[in-house]
């Protein structure tokens, strides 16, 4: 069974780059179909995806935060890393990284979460 | 941009039906995925495919997914259930998954 763990720093300034790291644990990130996607949610509010990258390194990016988001993959570690340049105090919330399959539709869901990691953005 | 529509709150007694909608323009022609998300926890999925549940998720939790809504329907409701529930969709013109506000559903 697939589980997954974020982590990163709590507390980032403004204008500073955020980096956020997912641990994959219980399979392998290079299987074919898998992706892991990046969300998260403001205190309160609804969720928002942010980013997906897929085992053949395909990446996807919400297209409102794309020129402030980049993903990657280590799979050697098991790892997928988010970073998010320019960091404003509107980018605070949990963020969240799934696991999800490709899908030819896309019509994909998210499945398991990681716990979240709560990052505040303040000077 | 495509926006997800669902009521803030529903409530429902125990033992009672509780029923959420999502509602989106031709949101019938695509697939909508549900999730729980219980206070300082993570989402987790309790319907995809608009009517497909998990293993692990009760019979008491069904979807279904017509024209302009889609509802998530919760039978012989449990004090357990109260949580926030959120829908989801792929939105191919935006190039982007989206999801709904969130309903908070209140077990009186």
């Known amino acids: 069974q697939i589980t997954l763990k974020e982590s990163g720093p709590t507390l980032v300034k403004p204008t500073q780059t955020l980096t956020l790291t997912c641990t994959v644990s219980?399979?392998?990130?290079?299987?074919?179909?898998?992706?892991l996607a990046w969300l998260r949610q403001p205190p309160g509010k609804a969720l928002e995806w942010l980013a997906l990258i897929y085992w053949n390194d395909d990446k996807r990016y919400s297209p409102s935060l794309k020129s402030r988001l980049t993903i990657t993959q280590d799979t050697s570690k098991n790892q997928v890393v988010l970073t998010v340049t320019n960091i404003d105090p509107a980018d605070t919330g949990t963020y969240y990284c799934?696991?999800?399959?490709?899908?030819?539709?896309?019509?994909?869901?998210?499945?398991?979460w990681g716990q979240g990691t709560l990052v505040t953005v303040s000077s | 941009s495509y926006v997800l529509t669902q009521s803030p709150s529903v409530s429902a007694a125990p033992g009672q039906t509780a029923r959420i909608t999502c509602g989106g323009n031709?949101?019938?022609?695509?697939?909508v995925h549900w999730y729980q998300q219980k206070p300082g926890q993570a989402p987790v999925l309790v319907v995809y495919?608009?009517?497909d549940r998990p293993s692990e998720i009760p019979e008491r939790f069904s979807g279904s997914n017509s024209g302009n809504t889609a509802t998530l329907t919760i039978t012989r409701v449990e004090a357990g259930d109260e949580a926030d529930y959120f829908c989801?969709?792929?939105?191919?013109?935006?190039?982007?998954?989206?999801f709904g506000g969130g309903t908070r559903l209140t077990v009186l």
């Open positions: 219980g399979s392998s990130l290079s299987t074919r179909g898998r992706g």
């Open positions: 799934a696991h999800t399959w490709w899908r030819q539709s896309a019509y994909n869901w998210f499945d398991p």
């Open positions: 495919d608009d009517s």
């Open positions: 989801q969709v792929w939105h191919s013109s935006g190039d982007r998954w989206v």
């Open positions: 031709n949101i019938g022609s695509g697939s």
